[in-house]
């Protein structure tokens, strides 16, 4: 209950806020239709930064983790300004959060870090952890499409059902080696880069 | 020994070259130097207070099990410019992977530019290249790699390769940059999160204090003919680039690296 809590959209960590890059992608015309949003987000997830956060989030999650390195590796790992902010200022808010419903003083740490280092503590299975983390960051960015788009509101939940499989086959990679860290998001990177000097803009990344 | 070795299907080259840089009279002097197997490192006279260090690989490419190192030590407040004598071409692996490990120490105040030539994969390539940079405070890295997917004159598309390259940049003790590319079949696909169709991309960084100044300067040079975007924070300067080709992507390193680079000219041995 509590990890569906904490990994609730509305578990007030401000995700609604960011587009990981994809509103400039989108504004540029290069993604036409559910099915070429569908791609990049399942990109991103699959072999971008998604994997990246699954990987850093199943290494905090095990026993003994040095989340104080973990936090410094998830920082170095973010490949544009924007990304820096988007896990820093949502780890930060999530910590926050949970070191005030939990009693714990943890310091801020990027979001895929603070989600594991709070989240131990439950002794969950680490790859349902994991997927419900992805299935939150699937879900943000699925809202982007459904906003900015514009997608239905019901193609957006088809596509977010769409990606369940890669969701889970993600998860399980990462939680098997959580030290097998590694992107090939070239144009999601770019995106992310290009974002901040977007110069109408509705979101925050 | 064999008489052709190159043929041998399992033969395994090695090279390890290292070099370190120590104050001299008006300009850095080799303090050390060391070579082995399919390496070599050398410095060519060139006329200017920066020395240019370049490595070669004698055996002409990696395969399946070669391992090739190569090392640079530049001391406290010394500048310098590394490079390769020639691209370095990833052929098909028959098994194994070939790894790369490139490793450069700067000292305090040092700067120093690595600036290789691209590394060209070829069809079922299996490469491993993991390239550490370690800087004590106030030193500046300048950074660009380039890779190209198969050879576009062959009319060659890459569909089958496994290369993962994965950058760290360290700083008194903890990470700054970690850039891990890990590129399989499932990357290659022409998709705009991906690489897009793109038979060239490159990665350059500047990393050091006040990097994210050369922000904008970078995004205003980056040529039409590429696609290329900008990020600077934090003592980081990043630009990615993708290309159709080889020759446009190095061209477009070429304008943004003389912006980094206060308008130096390019390592004598760059084909361009």
């Not at chain 1, 998604?50 to 990987?55: L, P």
């Not at chain 1, 499409?145 to 019901?154: E, N, Y």
């Not at chain 2, 370190?20 to 050390?32: D, E, H, K, S």
């Not at chain 2, 082995?36 to 060519?44: E, N, T």
């Amino acid at each position: 209950m509590q990890l569906v809590q904490w990994l609730s959209p509305a578990f007030p960590v401000g995700g609604f806020a960011y587009s990981h890059g994809l509103e400039w992608a989108i504004a540029q015309g290069g993604l036409a239709g559910a099915e070429a949003i569908g791609d990049w987000i399942g990109d991103v997830i699959g072999q971008g930064s998604g994997r990246v956060d699954a990987c850093l989030l199943a290494a905090s999650l095990r026993p003994g983790a040095d989340h104080a390195a973990l936090a410094g590796l998830a920082r170095a790992l973010a490949a544009a300004r924007e990304r820096a902010v988007e896990t820093e200022d949502q780890g930060r808010a999530f910590t926050d959060l949970t070191n005030t419903l939990t009693g714990t003083a943890h310091p801020p740490a990027p979001l895929p870090v603070a989600v594991g280092r709070a989240v131990a503590a439950l002794g969950l299975p680490a790859e349902q952890v994991v997927a419900l983390y992805l299935q939150t960051f699937a879900g943000n960015l699925v809202q982007v499409a459904v906003r900015f788009a514009p997608l239905g509101q019901t193609e957006g939940q088809r596509m977010l059902a769409g990606l369940q499989p890669l969701i889970l086959r993600v998860a399980a990679e990462a939680v098997a080696d959580p030290d097998a860290i590694g992107s090939a998001a070239f144009g999601a990177d770019m995106a992310a880069m290009a974002h901040e000097v977007m110069e109408v803009r509705i979101y925050k990344t | 020994m064999l008489d052709h070795p190159s043929f041998a299907p399992m033969q395994r080259v090695q090279g390890r070259a290292a070099v370190a840089l120590v104050p001299g009279a008006g300009r850095p002097r080799i303090g050390g130097l060391a070579q082995s197997g399919s390496a070599k490192v050398f410095l060519p006279a060139v006329h200017s207070a920066v020395p240019e260090v370049v490595f070669l690989n004698t055996a002409g490419g990696l395969t399946g099990g070669d391992r090739f190192t190569c090392r640079v030590d530049l001391g406290a407040g010394l500048r310098a410019v590394a490079t390769t004598q020639t691209a370095e071409r990833g052929y098909a692996s028959a098994g194994g992977q070939a790894e790369v490990a490139v490793t450069l120490s700067l000292g305090a105040g040092a700067e120093l530019h690595w600036l290789p030539q691209e590394t060209i994969l070829f069809q079922g390539a299996s490469l491993a290249r993991r390239t550490r940079a370690d800087l004590t405070p106030g030193a500046r890295l300048v950074l660009a790699e380039m890779v190209v997917l198969g050879r576009a004159a062959m009319g060659e598309t890459l569909e089958s390769a496994a290369f993962s390259d994965r950058r760290e940049v360290w700083s008194s003790g903890r990470p700054v940059w970690v850039d891990p590319l890990v590129l399989g079949a499932r990357a290659l696909a022409p998709r705009p999160a991906l690489l897009a169709g793109a038979r060239a991309f490159a990665t350059l960084a500047l990393i050091g204090p006040g990097a994210e100044d050369a922000a904008g300067a970078l995004r205003a040079a980056l040529p039409d003919t590429v696609t290329g975007a900008v990020s600077g924070w934090d003592g980081k300067c990043l630009a990615r680039l993708t290309a159709p080709d080889a020759l446009p992507l190095k061209r477009a390193v070429a304008t943004l690296l003389s912006i980094l680079r206060q308008g130096a000219p390019l390592p004598r041995v760059w084909q361009i």
